[in-house]
Each structure stands twice: as C-alpha cells, then as structure tokens.
C-alpha cells in the first residue's frame, strides 16, 4: 500500500514550550496556528504535529495523496481503498469518518500495543 507523507502527531501540554523544544533539535513551522494550538513542524524530510488539547496521547499519521512536503502525489492508494485492504486483513476501524466515494476523507486504527494511526488525506 502507497500511505503517503508519515507523520508524528504529538498531544502536548503546552504548544509554546514544545515549539520551542523541538526548534531546539532543527524543526521549523510549517503549517498550523499557535492561535487554532496546533503546529506542523519540519526537519527535513521528517514531519511532527503539535496538537494541544485535541487529543489524548500520539498519534502516527498517513497522508495518502500528499508526499512529505504535503505536495499531491500523482499517484497514490485512495483512502477508502486502504480502508477497505484493511478490512479484508482483519483490521478493525476505530474511527471511520469516509462518507464520499472520492476526496478527502479518514480512518484510524489501534496497533496491537494500543498506538492510533491515522490515515488522513486531503486531496
């Protein structure tokens, strides 16, 4: 399966802090708002999510249809047919927010250790 652009999507006390943190390895902001308390940040081709209060714990993020850049690929594996793969493996859906045949849409899972991943595209 082509899941595109991987993430780290980090559930933090305090947005400005780790901003800060992180800066210190190397990242930079690249998208997101301190004022909407999420940021995406980059150290090359290496992608973390800062999101504070939006979630509980960490979360590894998919971006079928986007490369690390969260430029559209020309080629990718649709989110519904990920979905639906997983399925058919056995693969129990957490969260299923797909209700268009095309187009964005998402789903997450739970690994056997109890991690989320999220498939989430945006094209």
């Not at 980090?10 to 400005?16: C, E, I, T, W, Y």
């Not at 979360?59 to 979905?83: E, K, Q």
């Not at 969260?95 to 789903?107: K, L, M, R, V, Y």
């Amino acid at each position: 399966m082509k899941l595109g652009g991987f993430s780290l999507s980090l559930s933090v006390k305090d947005l400005a802090t780790s901003k800060a943190f992180y800066e210190k390895l190397g990242f930079t902001v690249y998208a997101g708002e301190m004022a909407h308390n999420f940021l995406i940040m980059k150290n090359g081709d290496t992608n973390i999510g800062l999101f504070q209060g939006m979630f509980e714990g960490n979360i590894l993020t998919f971006n079928p249809g986007w490369d690390t850049d969260a430029s559209p690929l020309t080629t990718f594996d649709d989110v519904r047919d990920i979905h639906q793969k997983l399925g058919e493996q056995g693969i129990e859906v957490k969260a299923d927010a797909i209700e268009t045949e095309q187009g964005p849409a998402s789903f997450s899972v739970t690994d056997p250790d109890g991690n989320t991943i999220l498939f989430d595209q945006h094209v």
